[in-house]
C-alpha cells in the first residue's frame, strides 16, 4: 500500500504529485461517511414528513405480496380505486407519507434495483422495510 496522505488518508498510487494522487479512505473515514451520509438522508426524510399536505401523498399500493407500486398523488384513495379497476388483484395501499413527488423520485431512486418499469418494484427485505417504518413499525 503507499504512503500515508493528508488526513491520515491512505494514497494509492502517485503518477505525478503535480498531477493528480488517488486517496483511499481508511475504515474511519469510510465509517464517517456513511454516517454524515444516513444523516443527511434522515434529515431529508424528516423535513419531507413536514411537507405540507398540498405537496401530495408518496404511496405503496400492492398485494400481500408480490408488486409493490411506488407513486403519488394528492388523493391515494381515488389513485388506488383507478388501479384496482384494471386489476385482477385485491390491491390495497401498503403506506403513505408527505413529500408527493420529492419522496416518489426519492424511493424510485433508492430501490431502482429492484424497478420493474411503469413505477412497479419487486418486493424486497428494503422496501418491506421501509414499509413497516412508514407505518410505525421498527426500520
Known sequence: MGAT????LQVAGEKSRARRCWFIPDGTELARRQQAKADEEAAWLAEMDAAPLT???CYFIGCDEGMVKI???KDVNRRLAELKGPSLYKLNVLAAARGG???EAYYHQKFDAHALGNEW??????IEAEIARLNGGAA
Open 71 to 73: 407513486g403519488w398523488s
Open 5 to 8: 496522505g493528508i488526513n491520515g
Open 55 to 57: 405537496w401530495g401523498l
Open 121 to 126: 418494484f419487486t418486493r424486497c427485505p428494503e
Open 101 to 103: 413527488r420529492e419522496r
